[in-house]
């Protein structure tokens, strides 16, 4: 067990610096002049020079790359070329942001979509089912953005229930301002977002758990379960559906990497000024600090969750053995 | 109809079960009537589809959806199961029939102790702590010769032959009346499969439950049971003492059967029965049997046969009784099979 763990950080750990390579060089092809938008033409020569220095862009670009690793190594994730303010500091904010929209709405949507695609499984063949199924493919293939546009467009334009976007009113400043979580203005504003993120991530569980129990119920096992004359609640909690959790369960972890990735959508169509967003404004302004340090985020996340999801595996099937 | 009214535990009569397929009907049971006494050991033989894992399910209660009880009565101690409520039924399962399934490998949850999976089956009937519940199933562990220290072991961590021993543990946890073995040994290799039944026989003369076995192994039930049902498309066409069937056959089916067995050290090659089992999906003319019996006449095919006394305690579903002995002794020569 310990040397799997092990085995598996160092799989991380490569995986990671891959990645953080790649996105070095791949951003630097991208085009667009990132001294366009920090360093004005209007400026004299010499102080865009001195500048240019500042941001160590004069180096040839290979060096550029490994001051930049070594810097990471230390957790120094640079500079913004836009805010000038270091990137550490505009990430936290936001990616509280976006944990404080993507998590409980992934969390309600996995826990919606495991019993409804487990009770719906359990009665077999109704009318609600066949509906159900119909309505979560749709949503599934559905684009986000389109959905949210929908929704802002009824709940927000015509009923006027919801606010269009931003995470408060004006007035507040989001980053500045810790009381504002607790405000019933967030909340308000949370809501319609939250609505939408959730509705859209309950497809996936809810057809996977579907299909899980699906064939779960046509075990030996959950008939010998009937013949013990256990009671129906029984089987479908203990047999039926912890079984058919297994395959949702390790896909959670997973899933929530790819969650905050795509959170640019609905970020963007809610101006939810979360991590999303951010990385949105800064691959326009082409601020490359700013875009390295939120996409290393997302592949953490998305590797440290895929790390969990094996781990948590080992834990809830004991046929699984680490070696 | 063949019943000793004083000892009898399960009394079914003339019980019939339609499958609903599409919206068309396939006939699973028909007519099926047979009793069972205290400590009694019943085999049950026939081919794949024959209506024995429906006939199984049906006295455990837990058909499928689309199965369609037509008539009849299953009687367990003169109460009829088909007609007590669903909680008074959920209580009889277990406590009073309980079953060594056909597969111990998939017959056991794979992510739960099979402690565990005992111990649900006493606590859904009985008022007890977990400790006592599982004291029981020490207890059981050490009568089916698995050390208790391994209670607590997940199903993947068993041999297959312990596995069956866990089942059988399972089976005897409430002390039923009657156990039901749908081919309890079929994935075990004969010395295992030996074993086992050698401690079924004795862990019965000891707890005094009956049995059905269930099997289409005909020398299971020859060494282990005192009567033998034959089943043929739904239908029961032989029922008697084992002895008397063994030594004289009355059923050409069974004949067949008989013949289909490989005995070690003979020079004679087993036989198979030609054709395939009846489509009971179409309506029943005459004998099930009769497109595969080399016996079959003009009557076979058009009127359905009675199971009709023939000897002592022996009966067969045949129009051709007088002629089965004859028949019997020519049944090893492969071209009698070959009818059409």
Same mark, same amino acid.
């Given at each position: 067990?310990?040397?799997?763990?092990?085995?598996?950080?160092?799989?991380?750990?490569?995986?990671?610096?891959?990645?953080?390579?790649?996105?070095?060089?791949?951003?630097?092809?991208?085009?667009?002049?990132?001294?366009?938008?920090?360093?004005?033409?209007?400026?004299?020569?010499?102080?865009?020079?001195?500048?240019?220095?500042?941001?160590?862009?004069?180096?040839?670009?290979?060096?550029?790359?490994?001051?930049?690793?070594?810097?990471?190594?230390?957790?120094?994730?640079?500079?913004?070329?836009?805010?000038?303010?270091?990137?550490?500091?505009?990430?936290?904010?936001?990616?509280?942001?976006?944990?404080?929209?993507?998590?409980?709405?992934?969390?309600?949507?996995?826990?919606?979509?495991?019993?409804?695609?487990?009770?719906?499984?359990?009665?077999?063949?109704?009318?609600?089912?066949?509906?159900?199924?119909?309505?979560?493919?749709?949503?599934?293939?559905?684009?986000?953005?389109?959905?949210?546009?929908?929704?802002?467009?009824?709940?927000?334009?015509?009923?006027?229930?919801?606010?269009?976007?931003?995470?408060?009113?004006?007035?507040?400043?989001?980053?500045?301002?810790?009381?504002?979580?607790?405000?019933?203005?967030?909340?308000?504003?949370?809501?319609?977002?939250?609505?939408?993120?959730?509705?859209?991530?309950?497809?996936?569980?809810?057809?996977?758990?579907?299909?899980?129990?699906?064939?779960?119920?046509?075990?030996?096992?959950?008939?010998?379960?009937?013949?013990?004359?256990?009671?129906?609640?029984?089987?479908?909690?203990?047999?039926?559906?912890?079984?058919?959790?297994?395959?949702?369960?390790?896909?959670?972890?997973?899933?929530?990497?790819?969650?905050?990735?795509?959170?640019?959508?609905?970020?963007?169509?809610?101006?939810?000024?979360?991590?999303?967003?951010?990385?949105?404004?800064?691959?326009?302004?082409?601020?490359?600090?700013?875009?390295?340090?939120?996409?290393?985020?997302?592949?953490?996340?998305?590797?440290?969750?895929?790390?969990?999801?094996?781990?948590?595996?080992?834990?809830?099937?004991?046929?699984?053995?680490?070696? | 109809?063949?019943?000793?009214?004083?000892?009898?535990?399960?009394?079914?009569?003339?019980?019939?079960?339609?499958?609903?397929?599409?919206?068309?009907?396939?006939?699973?049971?028909?007519?099926?009537?047979?009793?069972?006494?205290?400590?009694?050991?019943?085999?049950?033989?026939?081919?794949?589809?024959?209506?024995?894992?429906?006939?199984?399910?049906?006295?455990?209660?837990?058909?499928?959806?689309?199965?369609?009880?037509?008539?009849?009565?299953?009687?367990?101690?003169?109460?009829?199961?088909?007609?007590?409520?669903?909680?008074?039924?959920?209580?009889?399962?277990?406590?009073?029939?309980?079953?060594?399934?056909?597969?111990?490998?998939?017959?056991?949850?794979?992510?739960?102790?099979?402690?565990?999976?005992?111990?649900?089956?006493?606590?859904?009937?009985?008022?007890?702590?977990?400790?006592?519940?599982?004291?029981?199933?020490?207890?059981?562990?050490?009568?089916?010769?698995?050390?208790?220290?391994?209670?607590?072991?997940?199903?993947?961590?068993?041999?297959?032959?312990?596995?069956?021993?866990?089942?059988?543990?399972?089976?005897?946890?409430?002390?039923?009346?009657?156990?039901?073995?749908?081919?309890?040994?079929?994935?075990?290799?004969?010395?295992?499969?030996?074993?086992?039944?050698?401690?079924?026989?004795?862990?019965?003369?000891?707890?005094?439950?009956?049995?059905?076995?269930?099997?289409?192994?005909?020398?299971?039930?020859?060494?282990?049971?005192?009567?033998?049902?034959?089943?043929?498309?739904?239908?029961?066409?032989?029922?008697?003492?084992?002895?008397?069937?063994?030594?004289?056959?009355?059923?050409?089916?069974?004949?067949?059967?008989?013949?289909?067995?490989?005995?070690?050290?003979?020079?004679?090659?087993?036989?198979?029965?030609?054709?395939?089992?009846?489509?009971?999906? &179409?309506?029943?003319?005459?004998? /099930?049997?009769? %497109? !595969? #019996?080399?016996?079959?006449? $003009?009557?076979?095919?058009?009127?359905?046969?009675? &199971?009709?006394?023939?000897?002592? /305690?022996?009966? %067969? !579903? #045949?129009?051709?009784?007088? $002629?089965?002995?004859?028949?019997?002794?020519?049944?090893?020569?492969?071209?009698?099979?070959?009818?059409?």
């Amino acid at each position: 067990m310990g040397q799997f763990i092990f085995k598996r950080f160092w799989h991380m750990c490569i995986t990671l610096f891959v990645m953080t390579t790649l996105m070095f060089f791949m951003f630097r092809l991208l085009p667009g002049d990132p001294t366009a938008t920090v360093i004005s033409p209007a400026l004299y020569p010499k102080a865009q020079e001195a500048l240019r220095q500042q941001f160590g862009l004069d180096k040839p670009l290979l060096e550029q790359y490994f001051v930049y690793m070594k810097n990471l190594a230390f957790f120094d994730f640079g500079i913004s070329f836009h805010t000038t303010r270091p990137v550490s500091e505009a990430i936290q904010g936001r990616l509280l942001n976006t944990i404080l929209l993507v998590l409980p709405s992934m969390i309600a949507a996995y826990i919606m979509g495991a019993f409804v695609g487990a009770m719906v499984a359990w009665r077999r063949g109704s009318k609600f089912e066949t509906i159900l199924v119909l309505v979560a493919t749709a949503l599934q293939s559905a684009p986000v953005f389109w959905l949210g546009m929908l929704a802002i467009l009824y709940f927000s334009i015509q009923l006027d229930m919801f606010p269009v976007g931003h995470i408060v009113s004006p007035g507040m400043f989001p980053e500045a301002n810790w009381d504002m979580y607790f405000s019933t203005d967030f909340l308000h504003h949370l809501a319609l977002p939250f609505i939408v993120n959730a509705l859209y991530q309950f497809c996936f569980p809810f057809l996977l758990m579907r299909s899980s129990m699906l064939s779960t119920i046509g075990e030996d096992y959950i008939e010998l379960a009937r013949m013990k004359g256990l009671r129906e609640n029984r089987i479908l909690y203990r047999h039926a559906m912890r079984n058919s959790l297994l395959p949702l369960a390790t896909t959670l972890p997973m899933i929530l990497g790819w969650a905050v990735a795509g959170s640019v959508v609905i970020e963007t169509v809610f101006s939810w000024p979360g991590l999303g967003l951010l990385m949105v404004e800064a691959v326009g302004r082409a601020d490359y600090p700013m875009v390295q340090a939120s996409f290393l985020l997302i592949a953490v996340l998305t590797v440290v969750g895929t790390f969990v999801a094996d781990m948590l595996y080992g834990l809830l099937d004991p046929r699984i053995v680490y070696n | 109809m063949i019943k000793n009214p004083i000892e009898t535990i399960l009394n079914i009569d003339n019980l019939s079960i339609n499958y609903k397929v599409g919206d068309q009907y396939a006939k699973a049971l028909n007519e099926i009537s047979f009793s069972i006494s205290k400590g009694e050991r019943i085999g049950l033989v026939g081919e794949s589809g024959c209506g024995k894992s429906t006939l199984l399910k049906t006295i455990m209660g837990v058909l499928p959806g689309n199965a369609d009880i037509l008539s009849g009565k299953i009687e367990l101690n003169g109460k009829n199961l088909l007609e007590i409520d669903s909680e008074a039924r959920r209580k009889t399962r277990w406590a009073d029939i309980s079953m060594i399934t056909q597969s111990a490998l998939n017959a056991l949850n794979p992510v739960q102790r099979i402690s565990d999976q005992i111990c649900e089956a006493i606590k859904a009937h009985k008022n007890v702590t977990y400790s006592e519940a599982m004291a029981r199933v020490e207890e059981l562990f050490e009568l089916v010769g698995v050390a208790k220290s391994r209670a607590r072991e997940y199903p993947h961590q068993f041999s297959g032959g312990m596995r069956q021993r866990a089942i059988i543990a399972m089976a005897l946890a409430l002390s039923p009346q009657l156990v039901l073995a749908d081919e309890p040994t079929t994935a075990l290799d004969v010395i295992v499969q030996d074993q086992i039944f050698t401690q079924l026989k004795q862990l019965q003369k000891e707890m005094g439950f009956a049995m059905i076995l269930v099997t289409h192994d005909l020398s299971l039930v020859v060494e282990n049971c005192l009567k033998t049902i034959v089943m043929y498309g739904g239908q029961i066409v032989e029922f008697g003492p084992t002895d008397d069937m063994a030594t004289n056959p009355l059923h050409p089916y069974t004949i067949g059967l008989k013949n289909a067995v490989p005995v070690l050290g003979s020079t004679k090659n087993p036989i198979s029965i030609p054709g395939t089992p009846p489509n009971l999906m &179409l309506a029943q003319k005459g004998c /099930l049997f009769a %497109a !595969r #019996c080399p016996l079959a006449t $003009e009557k076979c095919r058009n009127e359905i046969p009675k &199971l009709n006394l023939a000897a002592d /305690l022996h009966y %067969a !579903r #045949c129009h051709h009784l007088p $002629e089965a002995q004859q028949f019997a002794a020519q049944a090893d020569n492969p071209e009698i099979w070959e009818v059409n």
